[in-house]
Structure formats: C-alpha cells, structure tokens
C-alpha cells in the first residue's frame, strides 16, 4: 500500500496475526443461511405491491435484473477477500478491500454508504417486525369481532418490545455466535414465504381471473403513477440488498477449500432461491390481488381467514427478522468497538471483561464489557426511537434500497474488480463496465427522488410515534 510508515506496516503485521488466529469455521451451508436470512427480508413483504405498480413484463423483468446484477457483483466482490499482495493478506470487511483496491476518498464514500445503509435497514427490520406483531393482534381481533370491526393495537409499544429483545441479543460478541440465530431465521423466511405464496396461490383459485395488467396498477395522474413505479424499484432494489455484509460473511469461512470459491456457491445458491421465491409470490400475488394488492403482504389485510394462518405467517416474519436484524447490526457494532479500541486501548471501561452465568448456553456463561453494553444498547434505542418516528414501510424500503443498491452492490464491487484485473481506461470490458455503473446510478437516483417525496407526503398525514 501507498505511503505507509514503519509504524503503519507494524500495525498491520499484527493485525495479520490476529486474523490467523481468529477461528473461522463457517461452510457453504452456514453461508448459504447467512446470505438467505440476510435477503430475504423486508423486501418479499412488498413484492406483490411492486408487480402491481410495474405490471405483467416489466414486474417480472425488474425481478430478475435485480438478481442477475447482484449476483454478478457478489462474484466480484467474493474476489477481493485475499488482497493481491504477495501474502494474499485478508480483508475482513468491505472497508478493507475498498481499502486494499482503491484510494482514501472511495474507503471513506464506503463507510458512510455501507454503515448508514446496515443502520438503515435495522430500522426497516424495526418497522416490519412491528407491523407483523399490530397484524397478528388485529387479526384475532377481527376474527373475533368480523372484518368491519374497529380494532386497534399499540405499534409503539410493541415495538419497544422488538427494541427490547434486540437489546438482550446485541450482547452476543460477533456475526459468528449467533449462526444459530441466523439459522432458524432462513428457516422462518422460508416458513413465511410459503404462506404468504399459499395465501396468494389460495385467493387466485378462489375468484379464477388472471388479475392484472401489462402496465401495471392505475393512479391518479402520470406523476403519481412514475412515483409508484419508482418506489416499486427501490422495493425490489432493498429486497435482494446484502452486499453491504458480503465480505463480512465470507470472513466467517474456513480457508479450505477457498473462501471465494464457496462463497460464489454460496451467493448462487441463496440469490437463485431466493429469486425463485421472489418471483412465485410476487406474480402470485399480483394475479390474486391484482391492482389492489396491499403494500405489506400479510399485513395489509388482503386475507382475513384463516386467521391462524395469517397469524403464524407474521410470528416467522417476526422471529426472521430478530435474527436478521443481529446480521447487519454485528457488523456495526465490531466497527465501532474496534475504532474505540484502538482510540484508548489502555481504558478499563473499554477493555475490561466481566462475565455472568447464563443457562442453556455452551459454556454457561457469557462475557461482555462494559463498554459493549453500553455502546450496543444505545444504537438499539436509536434505531428503535428512528423507527417510530417513521414508521413508513413501503416509502423506507424503498429509500434504503436507492441508497444502498447503486453504491454497495454496482459501483464498489465493479471499481474493485477493474483494479484487480487492471482492466485499461478505453478498452471494450471498461466501457461496459462504466456503462453499467452509469446505469444503476440513473436507476437508483430516480428511485431515490421518489422514496423520499412519499416519505414527505406521508409525514404531512401521519402522527409521529404513533404506527
């Protein structure tokens, strides 16, 4: 690397050596869990709504364009786990082969991209975990009392609970100890995308029409009608996002065979089910809904009955998301404690580790420091305040996915791979290469522009911490 000083090159010496005796026993299967819990999310809920705005081709088409990039540039980024040096050295997170790649200014632009999107999108995981828990209670309810019924539930309340569980489980040191958490939650993804796609398959046979239209659902005026087909963009843009923790789950891995080579197996086969998934509920639903088809899925109350059903579809949506919330917010919490660190590497509140009996658990006991305590639980707590101040599940989604999409899954991976191959400025590949990126950059400002006027259409009717 350009410019280092002895000092620097001692520094990094040592953290190489920390790294090799960092135990990774991940495998292509606990990858493959990681990768579908961190996809499949938010994003499948909204689906069906997104099919609707854009219509019978471009719906589908916009699926699978999504998918076909994302896998693409998983690939790319896979690559740039061993950095190209004579040591092959690792780069344990996407900031350290921004790093090893390209210059300051892009590690700095990945920074604030990648943990203000991984932030970001522990407040969408707040919004949806709640909107599933106001859904079950307004289900009974209406199971009860008959779908004309005035039933209301406390979403600030219940989702101080959320906030509260997610407390408890930030205390958990690292990505890799929680494996088992993110383990039943690709399995609850899996459990209520089935229902949701059982529900949507169940209403088609019901009425027997093709719902639907090539162009999509009618609005008011055309500004309308661009806004919703943008929205639908960004929602299917968040709804494949995980490249923004790629590396961080690649790190998990053990080195043989070669991280790169399980962990592209590993994106081919998360990505590939999840676009089957994708695909299935969202045509399903637009047939059975048609331009009626709610924003939230199971929430949106297209299906009253059976209200079991319903009910257990939006518990797994609710422990889903408790798992994938700890996947993206592990990463924020070991960049922040590592700044820390090395900021006052001789401070007791920092570096001091207590440790409590715990049952149930491998050792029996979990240790922690003071300063995790602290620095994990106010996060939380500011995730979960931001959550209730705007509590907008289609408008945020789409936001996140327009923020995160261009520059964590197109540009980066994209400008990293030319460096790698030293790919020349002019040459065919390079001008492919740069139109894409121009590309996905139109796609994800417009996208952008749209989020945010819903976002403000959306504050002028709402109350502030009232879901």
Known sequence: MKGETAVELMEAEGAHHIDDAHERQGSLWTATAHIVTAIIGSGVLALAWSVAQLGWIAGPVALLGFAGVTYCTATLL???????????????????????????????????????????????????????????????????????????????????????????????????????????????????????????????????????????????????????????????????????????????????????????????YGIGVTTIFYLSLGCAGYAAFGNDAPGNILTGFGFYEPFWLVDIGNMCIILHLIGAYQVYAQPIFAAVEQRISSQWPENKFIDTVYTIQVPFTKHGYLSFSLSKLVLRSILVLLTTLVAMMLPFFNAVLGLLGAFSFWP????????????????????????????????????SVAVGIGSVTDIVDSLKMSTPFKL
């Open 78 to 268: 896979a690559n740039c786990y061993r950095s190209s040096d004579a040591c092959a050295s690792r780069n344990p997170t996407y900031m350290d082969a921004v790093r090893s790649y390209l210059g300051p200014r892009e590690v700095v632009m990945c920074g604030v991209a990648q943990y203000v999107n991984l932030w970001g999108t522990l407040v969408g995981y707040t919004i949806t975990a709640t909107t599933s828990m106001v859904a079950i209670k307004k289900s009974d309810c209406y199971h009860r009392d008959g779908p004309n019924a005035a039933c209301e539930a406390s979403g600030t309340l219940l989702m101080a609970v959320f906030g509260a569980v997610q407390l408890v489980l930030s205390q958990f040191p690292s990505l890799e100890k929680v494996t088992w958490l993110s383990v039943v939650a690709a399995a609850m993804s899996f459990a209520y995308s089935f229902v949701g796609l059982g529900l949507c398959i169940a209403k088609w046979a019901s009425h027997g029409d093709f719902r639907g239209a090539i162009a999509g659902s009618a609005a008011p005026s055309p500004t309308k009608k661009a806004w919703n087909s943008l929205l639908a963009l960004g929602n299917i843009a968040f709804a494949y996002t995980f490249a923004e923790i790629c590396i961080e789950i690649q790190d998990t891995l053990k080195p043989h065979p070669p991280e790169k080579v399980v962990m592209k197996r590993a994106a081919m």
């Open 408 to 443: 964590l899954t197109v540009y980066f991976p994209v400008s990293m791979h030319v460096a790698q191959k030293k790919i020349e400025r002019g040459t065919a590949k390079w001008m492919a290469l740069q139109t894409l990126i121009v590309l996905c950059l139109l796609v």
